[in-house]
């Protein structure tokens, strides 16, 4: 496996996870994507290209980047706790966002040997400085890659990860042009919300009834344009029919509202 001028890691397709039975960990998560009534197969042979982005000195992550011809914008996906860039609700809000126009980055905020330690300890998923650096540094990667240099930059943040993209866009907000953050915790980022500048969207479901508490009291600190939908019959992961295709909808009029105009 070698990486090439972009830094695109070159493989055919993404690496295999074998679970149970033999059967790859893709399999799974798209069982799962379907028992929450979303289609994972929009687009066959979907976000297979594989690059590693520098975020700090001698951090390297790898993220799935996925060009349209012709974007309108790029979208940065920020994981939550416990997830990864094959999160299969991001992945289905990505693919929405791809048919719109817009490239999308889903990226893993941590390594591989972080992955591992959190997977036991959880010591990570909630270090919202260290994740909000690696937002920052996924940013500078994509301001500086050829293909994605001159596009304006959308968050996409679930979970914890939407905290530290809302701090990301505290301290990179000439850079950012638009946030959303599905069944999110800005709460987390509390003493960076209002200097966030770029227009913020929060979703939350109205079965999440203690985040939804939570976004409200972040909504109250934001100071830049700003909108809190709770999404009818949903709870917290979106899994009811048709939630997860709400989400969509309204991440991607948001960003053709601040990313494409």
């Known amino acids: 496996m070698g990486v090439d001028s972009l ?25 799962r994507n379907t028992r929450a009534g ?6 066959p042979g979907w976000n297979q290209a594989t690059y590693q982005v520098q975020v700090e000195n001698t951090i390297t992550l790898e993220g799935n ?5 012709n974007p309108r914008g790029v979208v940065l996906f920020a994981h939550g706790s416990g997830s990864s860039r094959h999160s299969p609700r991001n992945q289905f809000v990505a693919q929405v966002l791809h048919e719109a126009g817009f490239a999308t980055l889903l990226i893993d905020l941590l390594t591989m040997q972080e992955e591992e330690q959190d997977r036991y300890t959880g010591r990570f998923r909630f270090d919202i400085d260290l994740l909000s650096r690696r937002v920052v540094g996924a940013t500078g990667w994509l301001t500086t890659n050829p293909t994605t ?4 930059i959308g968050y996409f943040g679930a979970s ?3 905290a530290a993209a809302l701090v990301a866009a505290a301290e990179r907000p000439m ?25 913020t969207l929060l979703l939350v479901g109205s079965k999440d009834t203690q985040v939804i508490e939570l976004n409200r009291w972040a909504f ?32 991607s009029q948001w960003f053709t509202r ?4």
Not at 9 to 25: A, F, H, N
Not at 38 to 43: E, L
Not at 258 to 261: D, M, S, V
């Open 258 to 261: 601040y990313l494409a105009a």
């Open 65 to 69: 980047l996925s060009l349209p011809e």
């Open 38 to 43: 979303a289609c994972m197969d929009r687009i």
């Open 7 to 31: 830094g695109r890691t070159k493989q055919t397709g993404p690496l295999r996870r074998l679970g149970s039975e033999g059967k790859s960990w893709s399999y799974y998560l798209q069982r």
């Open 220 to 251: 109250s600190l934001l100071r830049c344009e700003k909108q809190l939908e709770i999404i009818p019959g949903a709870s917290h992961l979106f899994e009811e029919p048709g939630t997860l295709e709400k989400v969509a909808q309204l991440a």
């Open 160 to 162: 914890t990860g939407a």
């Open 175 to 199: 850079a950012v042009g638009a946030v959303v953050s599905r069944g999110g915790r800005p709460d987390l980022a509390s003493s960076y919300l209002p200097a966030v500048q770029a227009p």
């Open 149 to 152: 240099a001159n596009l304006k």
